[in-house]
């Protein structure tokens, strides 16, 4: 069994597996529709993609966010950067980039998630995990613990 992280808002945790935010919303890896659940190898990594996408909200407007830590089976496929299509890790990324999982991202696929290399950190050893809702092997996936979150005040500095 794998560990992974995930830092959200806490009104949503009872959805956590569902992957339903993504589907709604499209991002780097899925198109609005598909649904997608985006984890971390590390807590800090899961800090970081959430801080990302803040959109400048400062820290004291935000509502309460919670630390998440999932277990999954070792049903993860590592894809090296090497494979990912062109343009992947650029800030503005392409129309195709969203689709390039689509074809693994059925209940037949073997693999239940996607290790991917992380945008925001290149060329580290922490990783982003995209497991797929849809799979089968979700049966397996367990919520170990949720904790509260709380963002360092100096996180907030230049506000």
Same mark, same amino acid.
Not at 99 to 103: D, S
Not at 105 to 108: K, R, S
């Given at each position: 069994m794998a560990l992974v992280y995930r830092i959200q808002k806490r009104q949503f945790v009872d959805s956590i597996l569902s992957g %339903? *935010?993504?589907r709604l919303n499209g *991002?780097?890896?899925n198109p609005p529709g598909t649904p997608l659940i985006y984890t971390s /190898? /590390? #807590? %800090? +990594?899961?800090l970081l993609e959430t801080l990302v996408h803040l959109n400048g909200t400062p820290l004291r407007d935000l509502p309460p966010f919670v630390r998440v830590t999932i277990e +999954? #089976? %070792?049903a993860i496929e590592v894809i090296p950067a090497t494979d990912l299509p062109a343009g992947w890790n650029t800030l503005k990324y392409e129309t195709e980039i969203p689709?390039? +999982?689509? #074809?693994k991202? /059925?209940?037949?696929y073997p693999a239940l998630a996607f290790s991917v290399p992380s945008v925001i950190i290149r060329d580290s050893p922490s990783r982003n995990i995209l497991i797929n809702p849809l799979h089968p092997l979700i049966a397996q996936v367990k919520v170990v613990e949720v904790? #509260?979150?709380g963002f360092d005040e100096r996180?907030?500095?230049g506000e």
């Open positions: %339903e *935010g993504a *991002g780097r890896w /190898t /590390t #807590p %800090e +990594l899961a +999954l #089976p %070792e689709v390039f +999982l689509r #074809p991202l /059925t209940p037949t904790v #509260p979150h996180l907030s500095r």
